[in-house]
């Protein structure tokens, strides 16, 4: 199994979710810059979709006809009281959400960045993807919180494990003609 390095987004933006609650600076969640997407969401509310997409991924990164074997990401993130955690967190493929919601109990960090990493070698979030799901430029994430605090987004950043197409095994006229 091969893995590819950590890769940022190249696109990113707050997408409506019916709440009406925007991310600002969204933006600013496509780089490990200590500049952060920010949302406040109100007591019983909950915020739009924090998107992100296009991470860049190429063949060269993931041959054609690989195997997708799992997806990891990492979330550098905060919030500005203590005891909240994301709502929504799912993968992002060309005909939208999918997979399972990712959203973790643990809680955000309380004034201070910290990183939590989901998924992993073998951890495919509920779904099925192709190479070319991932190298789209569609491919990403969406996060969505909860509660009545302010919530900052360093980055979200996402490697893909993976094992190559393709045989390694020669045909048998190969060591005929030997």
Same mark, same amino acid.
């Given at each position: 199994?091969?893995?590819?390095?950590?890769?940022?987004?190249?696109?990113?933006?707050?997408? %409506?979710?019916?709440?009406?609650? %925007?991310?600002?600076?969204?933006?600013?969640?496509?780089? %490990?810059?200590?500049?952060?997407?920010?949302?406040?969401?109100?007591?019983?509310?909950?915020?739009?979709?924090?998107?992100?997409?296009?991470?860049?991924?190429?063949?060269?990164?993931?041959?054609?006809?690989?195997?997708?074997?799992?997806?990891?990401?990492?979330?550098?993130?905060?919030?500005?009281?203590?005891?909240?955690?994301?709502?929504?967190?799912?993968?992002?493929?060309?005909?939208?959400?999918?997979?399972?919601?990712?959203?973790?109990?643990?809680?955000?960090?309380?004034?201070?960045?910290?990183?939590?990493?989901?998924?992993?070698?073998?951890?495919?979030?509920?779904?099925?993807?192709?190479?070319?799901?991932?190298?789209?430029?569609?491919?990403?994430?969406?996060?969505?919180?909860?509660?009545?605090?302010?919530?900052?987004?360093?980055?979200?950043?996402?490697?893909?494990?993976?094992?190559?197409?393709?045989?390694?095994?020669?045909?048998?006229?190969?060591?005929?003609?030997?």
């Amino acid at each position: 199994m091969a893995v590819t390095d950590y890769k940022f987004a190249g696109t990113a933006a707050t997408v %409506d979710n019916g709440t009406s609650v %925007d991310w600002s600076n969204p933006d600013y969640a496509k780089a %490990d810059d200590t500049s952060y997407a920010s949302c406040k969401v109100p007591k019983n509310g909950a915020s739009d979709l924090l998107t992100l997409s296009n991470f860049g991924f190429s063949s060269s990164d993931i041959p054609s006809g690989s195997t997708i074997d799992g997806i990891e990401f990492v979330m550098s993130r905060y919030a500005d009281s203590d005891l909240y955690y994301e709502n929504e967190l799912y993968l992002r493929k060309a005909s939208g959400r999918t997979g399972s919601n990712m959203a973790s109990t643990t809680i955000w960090a309380l004034s201070s960045p910290t990183e939590k990493t989901y998924g992993g070698a073998t951890e495919m979030c509920g779904t099925t993807l192709t190479q070319s799901d991932i190298v789209a430029s569609t491919f990403g994430i969406e996060l969505a919180t909860t509660k009545n605090t302010t919530f900052h987004v360093d980055y979200i950043k996402i490697r893909v494990y993976y094992t190559a197409g393709g045989s390694s095994v020669k045909p048998y006229y190969y060591y005929l003609n030997q």
